[in-house]
């Protein structure tokens, strides 16, 4: 149909001079109706084209917080997708998954993601709020070592940042449409331990006595987390997504009121949005 279009429409022009005034609006008008079938099948070939290739999404993830005791404190760094009970708790934190669907038609291949390691904007945001001094966040010179010290108590909580904002490799994402098939994408602990550090810090949840009425934290101002995905589709045509991940705040408890036999401290949700690239 396509070369059949474009065939019409150089007959039609070859033979314009030749004719008179009325032939010539039935040329135009058929001219007219030959592009406007070209334009079609075109967007018609394109939109084929384009609805079997793969497009990866991160879902919508909502996680829960635990309390990990430490000297006389228990501090809100112990993580679950669900909600357990505190008896049924691991010895060993827990990955926080956020689930990564492939909501194309065809198989992703090659695929590659990548967080980009904004800790020092993280860590501004805290030393900005951070008054008090009850929590301390250091870094090495080389980036690869954080740590979120407590100097009060002689805490040091460790992370080796290499290990959370390097490459991660799938070979192949099938379509979730085929039996729901979805990959796992690790949220960096790093993130949200000095996210939940953060919400610690404006609630004067250790600085303070426990209050008789919950301070109100309204918005949360904390820099985002981003996420950038590569991947081919089954032609080996390149793709790339990137996405800002910030966490929705729901409640959390005072660290006064858990217990050993009560350590659960709230819940909060990831929220996904794409950033959509200039280039046409």
């Known amino acids: 149909m396509y070369n059949d279009s474009l065939k019409t429409i150089s007959e039609i022009v070859n033979n314009i001079v030749n004719i008179d005034w009325i032939s010539l609006l039935v040329a135009i008008a058929a001219l007219i109706t030959a592009i406007a079938a070209l334009l079609t099948v075109r967007e018609i070939r394109k939109q084929r084209e384009s609805s079997y290739h793969p497009e990866l ?73 951070n008054k008090e001094g009850f929590f301390n966040i250091t870094k090495d010179e080389k980036g690869r070592l954080l740590v979120i010290n407590i100097p009060k108590y002689e805490i040091k909580h460790n992370h080796l940042l290499e290990n959370q904002f390097s490459k991660k490799y799938y070979g192949f994402i099938l379509p979730s449409s085929a039996d729901k098939a979805y990959s796992n994408l690790v949220i960096p602990k790093c993130y949200l331990d000095l996210y939940i550090t953060y919400i610690c810090i404006i609630a004067d949840f250790y600085t303070k006595d426990k209050p008789k009425n919950p301070k109100r934290i309204g918005e949360v101002d904390f820099p985002s987390l981003y996420l950038n995905i590569t991947y081919e589709d089954l032609l080996g045509k390149a793709h790339a997504k990137s996405y800002k991940i910030d966490i929705d705040f729901n409640i959390m408890t005072h660290p006064l009121s858990l217990s050993e036999q009560e350590t659960y401290f709230g819940s909060h949700d990831l929220i996904t949005t794409e950033i959509k690239s200039n280039k046409k």
């Not at 919508?60 to 049924?88: C, E, M, Q, S, W």
């Open 57 to 129: 999404h991160p879902s919508i993830t909502d996680f829960h917080i635990y309390g990990v005791k430490a000297k006389d404190i228990y501090l809100p760094y112990d993580y679950y997708n669900h909600r357990i009970d505190d008896r049924k708790k691991s010895l060993f934190n827990e990955q926080i998954l956020m689930k990564l669907y492939n909501v194309g038609l065809a198989a992703a291949k090659n695929v590659v993601y990548k967080w980009a390691d904004n800790t020092d904007d993280w860590i501004k945001a805290i030393n900005e709020v």
